[in-house]
């Protein structure tokens, strides 16, 4: 029985084992520290669409890795800025408005020191390759990125308007 009661602990230990890995997949080329990223914090409820003139041309979902309730005050419930050091926004794009269709950009903002001149920010996108699903680095600078994104600089250089708060 004992055996039994063994063998059935450790083949649940696997299975969970198993389906937290699935779970926390992350496709290959993309960076560890953004896991998990499409259960964070949703920035914006709706889907941004593509438009004219379109810098990340796609159907979008903006995410960040910190709770609602660091990033705006609790009474007054007006957003806290700048975003906090370790803040990290990914942005997934894909070309097609269907849930289940691969995304086919990820779009990276990290709030870490060394970043002084880019408001901050450390800014990186990788793309799908064709050929094999992985994903690449795409040559761009953070310099780049930053001279549109400071455009924002109400909002700590961040475009999406939070508009998906938790309680
Ligand atoms: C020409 C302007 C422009 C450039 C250049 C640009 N972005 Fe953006 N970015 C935007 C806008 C506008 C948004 C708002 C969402 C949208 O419509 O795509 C955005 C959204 C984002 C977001 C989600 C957070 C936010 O600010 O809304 C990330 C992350 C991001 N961009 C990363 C990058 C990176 C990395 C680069 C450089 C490789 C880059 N961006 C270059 C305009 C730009």
Known sequence: MKKYITFFFLFSLSLYGFVTALSQSLPAGLPEDISGYNNWTKINKKTIRPRFNDPHRGYKKVYVNQETSILRDSKTKKLLFP?????????????????????????????????????????????????????????????????????????????????????
Not at 85 to 91: L, M, N, Y
Not at 126 to 132: F, G, H, K, L
Not at 150 to 167: L, P
Request: aromatic content about 12%.
């Open 83 to 167: 975003y906090p050091e370790g803040t990290i926004i990914v942005k997934a794009v894909r070309i097609t408005p269907k849930a289940n269709s691969n995304i086919t950009l990820i779009s990276i903002m990290r709030k870490k020191s060394g970043n002084e001149t880019t408001g901050g920010w450390d800014f990186i996108e990788y793309t799908m390759s064709s050929s094999d699903n992985s994903f690449i680095p795409i040559n761009f600078s953070k310099e780049s990125c930053y001279a549109c994104h400071q455009g924002a600089s109400n909002s700590d250089s961040v475009w999406t308007k939070f508009d998906n708060f938790r309680k």
